[in-house]
């Protein structure tokens, strides 16, 4: 369709605008911009200040977190630090107790061999006292020898070397006693008996050695050592083995010590084991008396 001419006369004439219709559209206008604009900018304000709050709370966050990255940082380097201090210690405590203990073996070990080597030096001088046959001397030193520290061939050579000389001081002794014994010299006899005895109590003649030792002591009036001497010689075998008169002297030495319970009692046992003997009258008789002394 076309649009009318303004020259054509038979054209519809314009229709004319209100201006204060227009007026008041446009300031209808301009008030909702206005009001557009302002609700933008607070908006924009808004958004403003949530950013701003967002962004101080990331940069706490930041600070909060760098803050409690450096404790944690700084406690682990601190942990670390006290571990290695820790073990540092124990390994010095360690190296420590480990010198002290070598330390000690060592000196444990050096007075070891001092005590080895003075073991046998001294091992060594008893033997020189042995070899040369001063058995006295010997057995006298051989207790304080035998507590050395020895080894094993050492202590059983001096401990067999010993015996023998002991065996042979004590029969010297023996012997002695019994020449003194044969010529009636009673004390020296007694004194050589008691050396035997002390030197060597189970020689393989302790029936004789305790018989003749109990006769001299009775010959000697010592009553009560002479019991004693000549119990063991009967629990040795005397009465078998020396003379069957061992059990008759025991009696009287018993009797004569005045404990005559016992003394009768080895009366009957002497009669009852030898009624033959040339003491059994006496040792009748003397019965007889006891038990009529009750």
Do not use: C
């Amino acid at each position: 369709m076309l649009a009318p001419d303004p020259l054509d006369a038979k054209a519809e004439p314009t229709s004319s605008i209100d201006p204060k219709r227009e007026v008041a559209e446009l300031r209808a206008l301009a008030i909702k911009t206005n009001n557009l604009v302002t609700a933008l900018n607070a908006d924009l304000k808004g958004i403003g200040r949530r950013l701003e709050q967002r962004e101080r709370t990331l940069t706490l966050n930041s600070a909060v977190a760098y803050v409690l990255f450096v404790v944690l940082l700084g406690g682990g380097f601190y942990v670390a630090h006290r571990l290695r201090v820790d073990r540092a210690d124990f390994e010095k405590e360690a190296a420590l107790r480990e010198a002290a203990a070598s330390r000690e073996a060592l000196g444990q070990t050096q007075r070891a061999g001092e005590e080895r080597r003075r073991g046998e030096d001294r091992a060594y001088e008893l033997y020189q006292l042995l070899r040369g046959g001063r058995a006295r001397d010997a057995v006298s030193k051989y207790p304080e020898v035998s507590r050395e520290r020895l080894s094993r061939v050492e202590a059983e050579v001096l401990r067999e070397g010993v015996a023998r000389g002991r065996q042979e001081l004590a029969y010297g002794a023996f012997e002695a006693g019994r020449q003194a014994y044969g010529a009636s010299s009673w004390k020296r006899a007694a004194q050589e008996f008691r050396r035997a005895v002390e030197i060597e109590p189970s020689p393989p003649h302790a029936a004789q050695l305790y018989y003749l030792y109990g006769i001299t002591l009775f010959k000697l009036a010592d009553y009560p050592a002479a019991a004693t001497e000549l119990e063991r010689a009967v629990e040795k075998g005397a009465e078998r083995n020396v003379q069957n008169d061992a059990g008759f002297y025991l009696a009287a030495a018993l009797d004569q010590a005045k404990k005559r319970d016992r003394a009768k009692a080895e009366y009957r046992k002497f009669l009852t084991k030898y009624p033959q003997s040339h003491f059994a009258s006496t040792a009748k008789r003397r019965l007889s008396e006891l038990e009529a002394a009750k």
